[in-house]
Nanobody
C-alpha cells in the first residue's frame, strides 16, 4: 500500500525555520517527480516546489531563496527546509509523488508562522 506521510509542521516565528519531511512507503521516491503544494484557508492550492527524478529543482517565486527541497534515498524521504519564514507561508503543506499514470499525495502538515 502506497503512503506518503508529511511531518515537521508546527508553529514558527517570523524569520524562523522549519523542516518538513515526506516519508514514503510502498514506492521509491527517486522513481517519481516530487512536488510540494500548500493551501491556506480560503485560498487555492499553491505550487511550492518540484524535485525531478534527476535532482533538478524549481521553486515558486514566493519561496525562492528561502526554501530548499532535497531527497534522502536511503530513508526514502523528501525534505522541505523552510528558512526566513513569513506569516504568508502559513498553510497546510502537502507532498506528492508523480509519474505517468501514478499520482500519490499525503494528508498534509500544518505550518503556522506567527509571533
Amino acid at each position: 500500500q502506497v503512503q506518503l506521510v508529511e511531518s515537521g509542521g508546527g508553529l514558527a516565528q517570523p524569520g524562523g525555520s522549519l523542516r518538513l519531511s515526506c516519508a514514503a512507503s510502498g514506492l521509491i521516491l527517486s522513481d517519481y517527480t516530487i512536488e510540494w503544494y500548500r493551501q491556506a484557508p480560503g485560498t487555492q492550492r499553491e505550487w511550492v516546489t518540484t524535485l525531478s527524478k534527476s535532482g533538478d529543482t524549481n521553486y515558486a517565486d514566493s519561496v525562492k531563496g528561502r526554501f530548499t527541497v532535497s531527497r534522502d534515498n536511503v530513508r526514502n524521504t523528501v525534505y522541505l527546509q523552510m528558512n526566513s519564514l513569513k506569516p504568508e507561508d502559513t498553510a497546510v503543506y502537502h507532498c506528492g509523488a508523480r509519474r505517468p499514470g501514478y499520482d500519490y499525495w499525503g494528508q498534509g502538515t500544518q505550518v503556522t508562522v506567527s509571533s
